[in-house]
Structures are given as structure tokens and as C-alpha cells.
């Protein structure tokens, strides 16, 4: 198994300029995250999934959006890159039930200049 | 609102010394508690979990973690720590009236020094 899988791995972006940070995961897992990570503020949830079809918003879902047609795929769209996107994304995902753990991916670092 | 709590946010040891980190959460109900390690330029990766049963769990590379009800702590403790252990680590809880978000501390930043 390949696990979660993100692409890219680094990205340099202009202001105003949009992106998709692809994620996908081959474990069959029903809940799919993104966080932001920024230094001294630990993990912060963007956006989360719950099963195909189906997303909501995290605690900062500004700026993001994402889709989920699929069980294994779950990308985030910037539309309009700000510096204060500037940060480290991470997907994970996770199976049902409450007794889980998550899996995440290697990180993507943006950079938005 | 739930949150997670790690008191330190950098520690600086040297290798050989014993390591405890703490957190504490806040929620009365159920709880899975984890920890997570973080390596210089890798992903997150589990480090030891607390599901049910036996409050004192072990985890991977000689680590293991106490969870105490009554203080709503799971610290995260190593007798003996190496230079390898360098690294970040993020204590996070799934609350019982959630069942997919989890709850992330700030994260400590471990230097063990040669």
C-alpha cells in the first residue's frame, strides 16, 4: 500500500495565482483531512470528509475549498494564493469508527510571494 | 469548546537524559488519545495510542505514555533519550461526540543534544 499520497511536494506561487494540492489515499479510509501547519500553532483543520460526496468546514476553511467524488481522492483548491496561505498542508485520512488513527501524507510546502 | 493543551512548547535535552512531555486535554467524556512524532522534513507518524484498558500504553522506539483520568493528562515519557528522537511531537484526542475530528496540541519541539 502506498498510504496517502500528496502532490506536489514544494510549490512556489505569486499572489492571486490558484493551485490544486492533490491527495489521495489507497487504504479504502471513509474520513479524509487537510490541515495547515505553521510553526508554534500545531495542526490546523481546513477542511474534512467524511465519505464520498461529502465535505465541511474546519476551523479555517478561508480561502479553500475542496470536493470528494471519490472514496480515494480528496484535493484542496486556493483559489486566490495570499501570503498568509503561505504555510505546510497535510492530508491524512482515517477509517470509520472512533478507536482509529489517522495516516498522513508527506506535507506540501507552499510558499505564496 | 474541546482543546489540547502541551505545556512545553521547546525542550532541550541531552541524550541519555530522561524525557517527559506533557498534555492535557479538556472533555469529560470518552476519549482515544494519541501521539504523534514528527521528523525534520518527514510526515506525522503514530507514535503510541490509548484506546481503552490498561492507562499505560507503549509505543514504538522505547516511548510510552500514562493516561490519568482524574488529571485528563496522557504525558508521553522516554527514560533514555537518543540524539535520533530529535524531533517535533503532537499529542491529539478524538472526543466520543466526534467521530471524525481530531483535536491537535501546539506541538513541542525536542532537541536532544550529542
Known amino acids: 500500500n502506498a498510504g496517502v499520497t500528496q502532490t506536489p511536494k514544494f510549490r512556489i506561487l505569486k499572489i492571486g495565482q490558484s493551485m490544486t494540492l492533490q491527495c489521495t489515499q489507497d487504504m479504502n479510509h471513509n474520513y479524509m483531512y487537510w490541515y495547515r501547519q505553521d510553526p508554534g500553532m500545531g495542526l490546523k483543520l481546513i477542511y474534512y470528509s467524511v465519505g464520498a460526496g461529502i465535505t465541511d468546514k474546519g476551523e479555517v476553511p478561508n480561502g479553500y475549498n475542496v470536493s470528494r467524488s471519490t472514496t480515494e481522492d480528496f484535493p484542496l483548491r486556493l483559489e486566490l494564493a495570499a501570503p498568509s496561505q503561505t504555510s505546510v498542508y497535510f492530508c491524512a485520512s482515517r477509517p470509520t469508527g472512533h478507536n482509529t488513527e489517522a495516516f498522513f501524507g508527506q506535507g506540501t510546502r507552499l510558499t505564496v510571494v | 469548546a474541546q482543546s489540547v493543551s502541551q505545556h512545553n512548547h521547546h525542550v532541550i535535552l541531552s541524550e541519555a537524559a530522561s524525557l517527559e512531555l506533557g498534555c492535557n486535554y479538556s472533555y469529560g467524556g470518552t476519549v482515544n488519545l494519541f501521539w504523534y512524532v514528527q521528523y525534520p522534513g518527514q510526515h506525522l507518524q503514530l507514535l503510541l495510542k490509548y484506546f481503552s484498558g490498561d492507562p499505560l500504553v507503549k509505543g514504538i522506539k522505547g516511548f510510552e505514555a500514562e493516561f490519568i483520568k482524574s488529571k485528563f493528562s496522557f504525558n508521553l515519557r522516554k527514560p533514555s533519550v537518543q540524539w535520533s528522537d530529535t524531533a517535533e511531537y503532537f499529542c491529539?484526542?478524538?472526543?466520543?461526540?466526534?467521530?471524525?475530528?481530531?483535536?491537535w496540541g501546539a506541538g513541542t519541539k525536542l532537541i536532544i543534544k550529542p
Open positions: 491529539a484526542v478524538n472526543v466520543s461526540n466526534s467521530n471524525y475530528q481530531l483535536i
